[in-house]
């Protein structure tokens, strides 16, 4: 399996409102950036779809080291969240249906796809991945402002 390392990050501006995600794709010697965004959304979505955008990029079933600064996205999987969110029928803890349960079965589909380490990073530190997929996803956001 071909190793991909893989750093995300998603942003918004106001929540709801203009949204942009970033992605930095890295294997071998050869790396690629993505953006993109959406006009009205959340920054929990954006942080998802960057990390949904970037595995969808893969080409094959690959093995992948994927950093994030958001722990609503690592946590879900390390902490086991989705499996219960599934066995109860896609409803949290109290009871309510899952928030961007879309964009989590899209997720996990794809997380079946490929082997996974999901890896929490700190935000907005010393990290020049991550903070060049926060330029990213800022830059998309403001794509959409009027």
Not at 65 to 88: E, H, I, M, P, R
Not at 114 to 140: F, Q
């Amino acid at each position: 399996m071909t190793e991909v390392t893989i750093y995300t990050d998603g942003a918004c501006s106001g929540n709801p409102g203009p949204g942009g995600w970033g992605a930095i794709l890295m294997w071998q010697d050869q790396s690629r950036e993505m953006s993109g965004g959406e006009a009205r959304t959340t920054n929990n979505r954006m942080e998802l779809m960057a990390a949904i955008q970037a595995l969808e990029a893969l080409k094959r079933p690959c093995q992948v080291k994927l950093y994030s600064d958001s722990a609503y996205l690592v946590n879900a999987f390390l902490q086991g969240w989705l499996g219960k969110w599934q066995a109860n029928g896609w409803r949290n803890a109290k009871k309510e249906p899952v928030e961007n349960q879309d964009l989590w079965q899209r997720l996990l589909a794809l997380s079946e796809q490929h082997r996974i380490s999901w890896i929490k990073v700190k935000g907005h530190s010393d990290n020049p991945y991550n903070n060049r997929c926060d330029e990213l996803a800022v830059a998309a956001a403001a794509s959409f402002k009027n």
